[in-house]
């Protein structure tokens, strides 16, 4: 039997309370917002020192970061599952922006800080919504990719188009969460738009 070396126990250690933390920080933005949620507010509900916060994390911005990092990257994860590469692709592409609309309703907390708060982070903040859209693109990419696509003479988006359906996806979500209406409203003409533009790729 091979004994865990203390560098692996070391490293266990720091990603067990990394991610305390970050938990910690969900649940406070969940119940405070981000804006009035401090350190102090996090490393109560974390039950870690300050000082333990800040050898994971610069400052609070840095963690917020991180949290929405993680969420981005689990919310793509969820989408890419949630597409059945063999049906028709009309429905693999409702079935992705269901997916999407579903899990923002679940976390509406974090989704409500990445269209408000975010913005004003500065360059980490630029350089997360830079990934997420790369992230994002490279999803559509592929779910328009698969062979019931192709069988219909559509070829895979282009960057510029997998942008139009990000950005457009992206501004009904901050639409429809600043005035309040219900997310699930945007499923079906978003996947219409979708689909519209998806068509428009026609192999020549």
């Known amino acids: 039997m091979t004994s865990t070396s203390a560098t692996d126990r070391i490293a266990d250690t720091d990603f067990q309370a990394r991610s305390r ?10 119940r405070l917002g981000y804006r009035a949620t401090t350190v102090a507010d996090v490393v109560r509900v974390a039950r870690m020192s300050r000082r333990s916060f800040y050898e994971h994390f610069t400052d609070k ?13 689990e919310m793509i994860d969820a989408v890419a599952d949630a597409v059945d590469a063999s ?11 269901t997916a999407y609309v579903e899990l923002s309703e679940a976390r509406p907390e974090l989704t409500l800080s990445w269209i408000r708060e975010l913005p004003a ?4 903040a630029q350089e997360l ?4 859209m790369d992230a994002w693109i490279s999803l559509f990419v592929a779910i328009t990719s ?3 696509v192709a069988a219909d003479g559509i070829e895979p988006v282009s960057r510029i188009t997998a942008i139009m359906i990000w ?3 992206r501004e009904l979500t901050a639409d ?3 005035n309040g209406t219900p997310l699930s409203a945007i499923i079906e003409p978003t996947t219409q738009a979708c689909i519209a533009l998806i068509a428009g790729n026609t192999a020549r």
């Open 87 to 97: 049906s028709p692709w009309t429905d693999q592409v409702r079935q992705a922006v």
């Open 121 to 124: 982070l500065g360059e980490p």
């Open 61 to 73: 911005s840095a963690c917020f970061v991180a949290v929405l990092r993680g969420a981005n990257d």
């Open 167 to 169: 950005g457009g996806i």
């Open 146 to 148: 698969t062979p019931n």
């Open 21 to 30: 933390l970050l938990s910690a920080m969900s649940e406070c933005v969940a």
């Open 129 to 132: 919504k830079t990934e997420a």
């Open 176 to 178: 429809s969460v600043e």
